[in-house]
């Protein structure tokens, strides 16, 4: 993998962006693909890197977006009709290429989406063991607190402000601030697109921090996002005990839906070369032919001569 595709691998995982690592794994020649060829695909169809020609990217592109959407990572063969038969395999996705090159690819597609995110603002024990918890499953998690009473937390990302400026739809934010500053993290939490909002406090308590709410001018569909008490009711518990049922809530939701990050690429207007049959990109097509029945596009000249005879 080239230094500069790596860097820029780590930069989008760092910005929690979800994209493709689409890699060469075989090749025949005469193909420009080489093997260990790497680029990245993002939702936008944009690529990172380097795989192969024209016949091969605007494929890779299209199983990629949806590989995004999917989740799941696949193995492509591109290359001639009847070379595919003998090189299909099970989870394997073969498209024709019929292209003057007469090379073939496989290329691997691995989505990187990321993982779900936690915050929980707080210094309680509920509040660490929360965040300890939530890493075990692999969650990214983030504990809060703007007394700056938190202390480290191995492996978790601890901040000293009160800042929940990139919580998104694909955020679970829990407040575990114990009364020192309940409406000030319920406030910002709810101005975020945040999937969950749950503060860990009784029932009134929740109401008096959502009529605070309301007389900060916040809309009432907006205040009705404040779930609190938060967690599963387990009647009397101890703080950590606490965390399990919360953590248990939040499971819950995440497998009935909640928290999950659309990815929703923009729409790519694509045709089919009549040729090879290989997807092409039209904003970005070389080679097209006025018809009778409007334009036909083609991903390589030879292609485009063979049309016209």
């Keep these: 993998m080239r230094p500069e595709v790596l860097q820029e ?39 990172v890197g380097w795989l192969g020609g024209a016949c091969a990217e605007p494929t890779v592109v299209r199983e990629s977006r949806a590989a995004l959407v999917d989740g799941n990572p696949r193995l492509m063969f591109l290359g001639p009709e009847e070379e595919a038969d003998g090189r299909l395999r099970d989870g394997i996705v073969s498209v024709p290429m019929a292209c ?32 300890r918890l939530a890493a075990d499953l ?9 007394g700056a009473n938190a202390g480290p937390v191995d492996g978790i990302e601890v901040r000293t402000k009160l800042d929940l400026s990139d919580a998104n739809q694909d955020t679970f934010v829990v407040i575990a601030t114990q009364g020192h500053y309940d409406e000030a993290a319920a406030e910002a939490a709810l101005r975020t697109s945040a999937a969950y909002i749950g503060l860990v406090a009784s029932a009134k308590r929740g109401d008096a921090v ?8 916040l809309e009432e569909e907006v205040v009705a996002r404040l779930i609190a008490p938060a967690g599963l009711d387990l009647g009397p518990v101890q703080h950590r005990e ?68």
């Design 100 to 131: 003057s090159s007469e090379g073939a690819l496989e290329v691997f597609l691995e989505p990187m989406i990321p993982a779900q995110q936690l915050m929980v603002v707080g210094h309680s024990p509920a509040a660490q063991t929360l965040v």
């Design 210 to 217: 959502r009529e605070y709410i309301r007389d900060r001018g």
């Design 138 to 146: 692999e969650w990214d998690a983030v504990l809060i607190d703007d």
């Design 242 to 309: 606490m965390a399990v049922s919360i953590l248990a809530d939040l499971v819950q939701r995440r497998a009935a839906g909640a928290g999950e990050r659309a990815v929703v690429a923009p729409e790519i207007s694509e045709a089919i070369d009549p040729i090879c049959g290989m997807t092409v990109d039209i904003a970005k097509a070389r080679w097209n032919t006025e018809t009778d029945d409007g334009p036909v596009y083609f991903c390589a000249p030879g292609c485009q001569r063979a049309f016209s005879g």
């Design 9 to 47: 691998a780590a930069r989008l995982a760092a910005d929690r962006r979800p994209f493709v690592m689409a890699t060469v794994v075989w090749r025949r020649g005469p193909s420009s693909g080489q093997q260990g060829s790497t680029a990245l695909i993002l939702e936008s169809g944009q690529v």
